[in-house]
């Protein structure tokens, strides 16, 4: 339908063939979607800033260009309670429980983007789909959580709490420090349809070359088809080591955990594009003098004079 649509918009009566040089930017959500049983999709936000060629022809529309991408994508992890079997300093067995609560990290995506558009533009309104190749530059992942642990004797009625010589403690946060990731190479699938408003500006380069400015608000979509996950083997999302001073609790971020191994992500990215397109000079018409064809009273296309030597 795209196809027919694109043919059609490339041969009315009248041929009218325009470049421009257009710079746009985007902003809007962002999702990364999943495989993982039982867990909702990662949300974040998104942002792309590039500068394109276009070309319109009757009203097909062509565009190529690069784009600077970046994508952020938050998870909510969930509760966890995890019991371990200890020996206190008297030797007495207990339970200590770990309860995390409020976990969360965020992924952080870095990319280029080389955009391949077709479409059409009709007076006001216009569509472009087409792929984008996708090239991560940058990729970063951290996380933290609220711990709380407490004791469970046998031979106690009541649970010990907030003793910090014991090591429990209440609503304590630990995080992780940044640690960088790799994105895989990606392509999407983009899509977008919008208006063309640069004429209703009042700005007197506006009123006075309303064509050789033009303007345009488009809602967008682009779709990855690639997995874009590349680490495996991943570490467990909660685990501890014991130190010199006692336990040592972490959570490791989801995208570099064992829960996402083996797992297909995907990323969805929805929102608003605003593009200010710029006409490119026109070339006119030239004569080139040729002297060797004047003698014989050559006459240049569109006159009527000869040089006489």
């Given at each position: 339908?795209?196809?027919?649509?694109?043919?059609?918009?490339?041969?009315?009566?009248?041929?009218?063939?325009?470049?421009?040089?257009?710079?746009?930017?985007?902003?809007?959500?962002?999702?990364?979607?999943?495989?993982?049983?039982?867990?909702?999709?990662?949300?974040?936000?998104?942002?792309?800033?590039?500068?394109?060629?276009?070309?319109?022809?009757?009203?097909?529309?062509?565009?190529?260009?690069?784009?600077?991408?970046?994508?952020?994508?938050?998870?909510?992890?969930?509760?966890?309670?995890?019991?371990?079997?200890?020996?206190?300093?008297?030797?007495?067995?207990?339970?200590?429980?770990?309860?995390?609560?409020?976990?969360?990290?965020?992924?952080?995506?870095?990319?280029?983007?080389?955009?391949?558009?077709?479409?059409?533009?009709?007076?006001?309104?216009?569509f472009m789909v087409g792929p984008k190749l996708s090239l991560n530059m940058?990729?970063?992942?951290?996380?933290?959580?609220?711990?709380?642990?407490?004791?469970?004797?046998?031979?106690?009625?009541?649970?010990?709490?907030?003793?910090?010589?014991?090591?429990?403690?209440?609503?304590?946060?630990?995080?992780?420090?940044?640690?960088?990731?790799?994105?895989?190479?990606?392509?999407?699938?983009?899509?977008?349809?919008?208006?063309?408003?640069?004429?209703?500006?009042?700005?007197?380069?506006?009123?006075?070359?309303?064509?050789?400015?033009?303007?345009?608000?488009?809602?967008?979509?682009?779709?990855?088809?690639?997995?874009?996950?590349?680490?495996?083997?991943?570490?467990?999302?909660?685990?501890?080591?014991?130190?010199?001073?006692?336990?040592?609790?972490?959570?490791?971020?989801?995208?570099?955990?064992?829960?996402?191994?083996?797992?297909?992500?995907?990323?969805?990215?929805?929102?608003?594009?605003?593009?200010?397109?710029?006409?490119?000079?026109?070339?006119?018409?030239?004569?080139?003098?040729?002297?060797?064809?004047?003698?014989?009273?050559?006459?240049?296309?569109?006159?009527?004079?000869?040089?006489?030597?």
């Open positions: 339908m795209v196809c027919s649509v694109c043919a059609r918009a490339y041969s009315p009566l009248t041929p009218e063939t325009v470049h421009f040089v257009a710079i746009h930017g985007d902003l809007g959500y962002a999702g990364l979607l999943h495989t993982m049983q039982g867990r909702k999709p990662s949300s974040g936000v998104n942002t792309n800033v590039g500068v394109d060629y276009r070309l319109y022809h009757n009203n097909f529309l062509f565009s190529a260009g690069v784009e600077g991408m970046y994508a952020l994508y938050a998870n909510k992890m969930d509760k966890l309670d995890v019991e371990l079997p200890m020996i206190d300093t008297e030797g007495d067995l207990f339970n200590m429980h770990v309860h995390v609560d409020e976990s969360r990290d965020v992924a952080h995506m870095v990319n280029v983007n080389i955009p391949l558009l077709f479409g059409g533009e009709w007076e006001r309104f216009y940058y990729g970063a992942t951290a996380s933290n959580a609220k711990v709380t642990t407490y004791g469970e004797y046998e031979q106690y009625y009541d649970d010990f709490y907030d003793m910090t010589n014991h090591q429990f403690i209440s609503g304590q946060r630990m995080s992780s420090e940044t640690l960088k990731m790799k994105w895989n190479f990606n392509i999407m699938a983009h899509a977008e349809i919008g208006a063309r408003i640069g004429h209703m500006f009042k700005h007197k380069q506006f009123r006075t070359n309303p064509d050789k400015i033009r303007m345009y608000i488009a809602v967008y979509t682009d779709f990855g088809i690639l997995n874009i996950h590349a680490d495996a083997g991943g570490k467990p999302i909660f685990d501890y080591r014991e130190t010199e001073n006692g336990l040592q609790f972490y959570s490791q971020p989801l995208m570099m955990s064992n829960l996402a191994d083996n797992e297909i992500f995907r990323n969805l990215h929805v929102g608003i594009k605003f593009t200010v397109a710029f006409e490119l000079p026109k070339h006119g018409k030239s004569y080139v003098y040729q002297h060797n064809r004047v003698g014989r009273n050559y006459r240049k296309r569109g006159g009527n004079q000869t040089i006489i030597q």
